[in-house]
């Protein structure tokens, strides 16, 4: 027979028992509310890698920075495409030139604290390259690692020259300019020229227009010219500022500015000259006149009927477009060329126009 005495020690113990109970749920709660809060452990993978990069881009010491690379190769596991394109870019010391940075900040101070595998890199790639939904700045990619020989042909079943003609035939700038550089470590400046102008007018690619101011200035393919030089050198400098194109090869800004003062002592040198004859070309059809100047393919400019009243002119050769309402197809031709003029050889120089068949 139980006495009070035991009934009360025996409600205590209970009372102990269960407020155990209950703090060891406390804690364990608490504590897997801290792990995730530290690890991420049940996150979402855009989660994962958010956090991840947060803590590689601060990199304030080797183990936050690895704690950062744990979430980011967790959801890469789980094949999150931007998490794969993030571990394969920071699982190398350095990425190869040309190569389109998805995380250009995340590398800067961070690679001294992660793991160097070019194997892990490979392997991402090729799995990246399997898939059919890859965007243009990932194919592209995939054609600089193969070219610059960190990936095989047989490793993505296909070519360099394979990734870059499929990117030229959507008139993506930095196919087209991969193809022109291909051609130039060929030899071939004419057609070289043509996928560089090509890949300007695409999207405005500084190196392109670089390598255009190039040929001009030491007649690669064509005369030389310091003024049509000069021209392609402020492009270069203007386009160079732009987000897409920052750390794409160097610093293409100071290369573009170095260029322009070199060419401009060039032209303070030159001696006066009789005017220069500049041949241009008129294509298209009654309804819209397009514009190409010398042996270019790329129109400077056009000349249409707008709502079947005003004749308008637009001129594409300058940083952006410029537009005039003029009376007639002849009109609008002539403006556009005065001001392809204009933007290369200044007020100053005395031009000739010598329109020519195509």
């Not at 500049?278 to 397009?290: F, L, M």
């Not at 410029?322 to 031709?333: E, K, R």
Request: with cysteine.
């Amino acid at each position: 027979m139980h006495t009070a005495a035991d009934r009360a020690d025996s409600g205590t113990t209970h009372f102990w028992a269960k407020l155990a109970i209950i703090t060891i749920v406390v804690l364990i709660g608490v504590l897997g509310l801290w792990l995730n809060a530290r690890y991420c452990l049940l996150c979402t993978d855009p989660q994962k890698l958010d956090r991840g990069l947060g803590l590689v881009v601060a990199a304030e010491n080797e183990n936050a920075t690895r704690r950062g690379w744990g979430m980011i190769s967790r959801a890469a596991d789980n094949g999150h495409m931007p998490a794969v394109i993030a571990r394969a870019e920071l699982s190398l010391p350095q990425l190869p030139e040309r190569y389109l940075r998805s995380y250009p900040e995340a590398g800067k101070d961070a690679r001294r604290f992660l793991p160097v595998s070019e194997k892990q890199a490979v392997i991402d790639w090729r799995l990246l390259a399997q898939r059919k939904d890859l965007d243009e700045n990932t194919q592209y990619n995939l054609g600089v690692l193969i070219r610059q020989g960190l990936l095989q042909e047989e490793d993505i079943g296909g070519s360099a020259a394979d990734y870059f003609q499929r990117l030229a035939d959507n008139n993506n700038p930095f196919g087209l300019f991969a193809l022109g550089h291909q051609l130039h470590l060929a030899g071939d400046y004419r057609k070289a020229a043509n996928k560089f102008t090509a890949a300007f007018a695409a999207g405005r690619h500084p190196e392109a227009a670089i390598f255009m101011g190039d040929y001009h200035l030491y007649g690669r393919g064509m005369w030389p010219d310091p003024y049509r030089a000069r021209y392609w050198y402020r492009r270069a400098l203007h386009a160079a500022q732009r987000s897409p194109y920052q750390n794409l090869s160097g610093n293409l800004k100071l290369t573009a500015e170095k260029r322009l003062q070199l060419v401009e002592k060039r032209i303070q040198a030159l001696p006066d000259t009789p005017p220069r004859t500049i041949e241009y070309r008129v294509t298209g059809t009654p309804k819209e006149s397009r514009v190409l100047v010398g042996s270019g393919n790329n129109p400077v400019g056009k000349v249409f009927h707008q709502n079947g009243k005003q004749i308008k002119a637009r001129y594409d050769g300058g940083e952006a477009p410029l537009n005039q309402t003029v009376d007639s197809i002849t009109q609008g031709i002539d403006w556009i060329m005065q001001t392809h003029v204009t933007q290369i050889y200044g007020d100053k120089t005395p031009v000739k126009l010598r329109l020519v068949q195509d």
